[in-house]
């Protein structure tokens, strides 16, 4: 068993497709991180309502969601702070369709989702995942599991070497290196080789087992500029992927998909005990 690795840094991404909150400590509940993903913006396409993210508009990358005192507060340049506590439930429904999945959520006031339509300039509406969540596609997952608003899995494991070996490679072409952050993961690990990761199955930390069940595929969110809410290389770094990173259907890969078996806390500076 390898002792030499650990976490280096925990996030959870409160609003979906929205900027994240680096954790010193993460607290696992039965379906992920508590609060990641657990509200998100919907537009309406052709009278159904599907889930709004960077690819669509890359200025979410600027809301800032932070859990305070009992409150979802939400940030944005130029615009007034949101405040909702996290203790109500809106009663009103909507249904928003993710990939494949049509989910109900919990839709908040019109006045809410002014704040996101002003600021996007788009008709959005903000909804909250209710106490029934999405169950992870059985192929991969056996035992079941479950998940909240996510693409389809509750965590998401980078690590520091495969970013350090992809900006090696993007440098050869002059490519500013790029932050993990471009890569939304949950849980970053040190002290692996790079695209170790690729050849693990089953770890723990904290005496939680993870189970490592699916390579995740890289889109375009990718080439959003966190901190400008921009697209500035359309190409990068999806064209470096493009190079080495292809799996057999077609898709860039970079991060791995992760099912925890157990509920706990993980802590900045645990360590990693890759099992298989």
């Known amino acids: 068993m390898d002792h030499t690795i650990w976490v280096s840094s925990l996030h959870i991404y409160p609003i979906k497709s929205c900027a994240g909150i680096a954790l010193e400590q993460m607290n696992l509940g039965v379906h992920g991180p508590d609060y990641d993903r657990e509200w998100m913006l919907a537009h309406q396409e052709g009278g159904r309502w599907f889930y ?35 203790s109500l439930m809106p009663a ?31 008709d959005i509406r903000l909804v909250r ?13 056996n035992p079941p599991a479950t998940t909240t608003f996510t693409d389809g899995f ?11 070996n992809l900006n090696l490679r993007m440098a050869e072409n002059g490519t500013e290196p ?27 930390i904290n005496s939680i087992s993870f189970d490592i069940v699916k390579p995740c595929g890289r889109c375009v969110i990718t080439t959003v500029e966190p901190s400008l809410g921009k697209v500035i290389d359309p190409h990068e770094p999806l064209s470096t992927l493009n190079k080495f990173r292809r799996n057999q259907a077609g898709k860039l890969i970079f991060g791995q998909n992760v099912i925890h078996r157990g509920m706990g806390t993980l802590h900045v500076g645990d360590g990693v005990t890759i099992v298989t």
Not at 98 to 122: C, H, M, Q
């Open 52 to 86: 709004t993210s960077q690819r669509e508009i890359p200025k979410l990358a600027l809301i800032q969601p932070l859990l305070e005192d009992g409150n979802l507060v939400v940030r944005a340049p130029s615009q007034p702070d949101l405040t909702l506590p996290i």
């Open 92 to 122: 009103d429904k909507l249904e928003v369709v993710i990939w494949k999945d049509t989910v109900t959520g919990a839709v908040y006031s019109p006045e809410v989702s002014a704040w996101f339509s002003r600021f996007l300039d788009t």
């Open 129 to 141: 995942m209710p106490e029934q969540k999405r169950a992870v596609t059985p192929e991969f997952a």
């Open 154 to 164: 509750p965590l998401l494991l980078a690590t520091t070497a495969s970013l350090e």
């Open 178 to 204: 790029m932050e993990m952050r471009r890569f939304r993961p949950n849980i970053v690990v040190e002290g692996s080789s790079g695209w170790a990761e690729d050849h693990w199955k089953h770890m723990q």
